[in-house]
């Protein structure tokens, strides 16, 4: 059986993603880097801010932290920081 991408919800006949939603948030920049943190299981506060400033090309990251923390929550990805 096959899970979507973006919530693990189980997938009938769809190749990845079990919504228009789901597919939507798969190409924001913000999922882009919640897969390469699940990818790495454990990353430092530190390390994230690093990602973070990378991925955004952005000095300010207090505000993509929040976005990215809510994006987690809301779809119960774990990260251990």
Known sequence: MRFCEVCD????????FCSQ????????????????L??????TFIQLTIMVQQHYNAKKVDSKLAELFSL???FGVEIKI
């Open 38 to 43: 699940r990818r790495k299981g454990r990353v």
């Open 72 to 74: 987690l929550k809301e």
């Open 21 to 36: 939603r789901c597919k939507a948030i798969a190409q924001t920049k913000e999922w882009q880097l919640i897969r390469e």
């Open 9 to 16: 919800k189980p997938l009938n006949g769809q190749e990845r």
